[in-house]
């Protein structure tokens, strides 16, 4: 995914007014998408489980290495590195500068098909949408 692709997910998904939704209707996008991901790459899926059963599992790993990524666990607070995004709320540095990180995370997770725009910035949004300070005040096992 390169940053054009990105950028013009992050535009579509402001000008849909995704940014504004709830963080249920947010995480049952993601779901959708890691869904729509998994069923057209379905060497991603391990075992037999179906494409529902694997994106609610995909989702939680992607959710808990992204709050490892993003929070001092021990802390129970957001890592120095992303502090500027605190003020950002949901505006489109925040969510494009965000989606970056969690792309990495995921070709870290060897999930590297699940980092197309459509995923982590639904992602990205859900994350700025709990509130960093509040997603990172609360266990990985629980987000």
């Known amino acids: ?9 992050v535009d ?13 209707m947010l995480d049952a996008r ?3 998408a890691v869904e729509s ?3 057209t790459a379905p060497n991603l ?11 609610r599992d995909t989702v939680t ?19 120095e590195k992303y502090l500027s995004l605190l003020d950002k709320g949901t505006s489109k540095e925040a969510i494009a500068w965000l989606s970056s990180s969690i792309s990495a995370v995921l070709v870290a997770l060897n999930l590297g ?6 995923v982590v910035v639904y992602l990205a949004i859900w994350i700025l949408k709990m509130g960093l300070n509040s997603w990172c005040s ?4 629980h987000s």
């Open 12 to 24: 579509q998904l402001i000008n849909l007014g995704r940014a504004n939704e709830t963080s249920q």
């Open 45 to 55: 899926r391990q075992g037999n489980l179906g494409v529902g059963d694997w994106a």
């Open 37 to 39: 991901v998994g069923a």
């Open 138 to 141: 609360i266990s990985a096992m």
């Open 113 to 118: 098909p699940l980092a197309v725009s459509t």
């Open 61 to 79: 790993k992607m959710k808990k290495a992204a709050h490892a990524e993003i929070c001092d666990e021990k802390a129970g607070k957001v890592k």
């Open 1 to 9: 995914m390169d940053n054009g692709e990105l950028e013009s997910t």
């Open 30 to 32: 993601l779901h959708a």
